[in-house]
């Protein structure tokens, strides 16, 4: 009787012990939907579209700083807000600042790479407006995760239209680093 307990108990350990790398499988997917958030700072240059007094626009390109918080609520779908500063390689005085926010969806990852689009709306100021106008922004660029908890913006890139009269349309690009907060 003893020898058909241990045996009994022998394999219903054995069975335990196979079935849970099994289930150890499976658990990775079941976190990969959950939502996930990141924050950091970037580095940007944009054509202005204004050189200001009635002058045609600068060839050379406003540089600036920036700050954006990206939440993803899943794989495909998040949001992103980003605050724009461009204030350096002035042209005869002309800074712009944009504060936007709007959805972001990821096209496919490719192992580390992460390309996206994104429409953002908000506002904008310039030491030539009085006051804000409304910006909408159109763009894309990849994200690179370096490692776990940090995410290099290779390439960004925005198409601006600035509500005022006459219509500006601001373009250019940004690269920075996030960490991330949730993951």
């Known amino acids: 009787m003893p020898v058909k307990r241990f045996t009994f108990s022998f394999f219903c350990v054995m069975f335990a012990a196979v079935t849970l790398p099994v289930y150890a499988q499976v658990m ?10 990141s924050a950091g700072g970037f580095g940007s240059a944009f054509q202005p579209n204004y050189a200001g007094l009635g002058i ?24 992103e807000a980003e605050g724009n500063w461009l204030h350096f390689n002035q042209y005869i ?14 096209i496919h990852e490719f192992g580390r790479f992460n390309p996206y689009g994104k429409v953002l709306v908000g506002m904008g100021g310039g030491s030539f407006l009085n006051g804000h106008t409304t910006v909408l922004a159109y763009g ?7 490692s776990r908890h940090w995410v290099l913006r290779a390439a960004d890139f925005e198409y601006q239209q600035w509500f005022v009269t006459p219509q500006l349309h601001p373009y250019g690009g940004s690269v920075g680093l996030a960490y991330k907060i949730f993951r």
């Open 56 to 79: 045609a626009q600068s060839s050379d390109p406003l540089i600036g700083i920036g700050a954006y918080v990206d939440y993803k609520i899943n794989r495909i779908i998040g949001v």
């Open 28 to 37: 990775p997917s079941a976190y990969e939907h959950q939502p996930k958030l």
């Open 140 to 146: 894309g660029g990849v994200d690179y995760n370096l």
């Open 93 to 106: 005085g002309i800074t712009q600042s944009t504060y936007l926010i709007g959805p972001k969806v990821s």
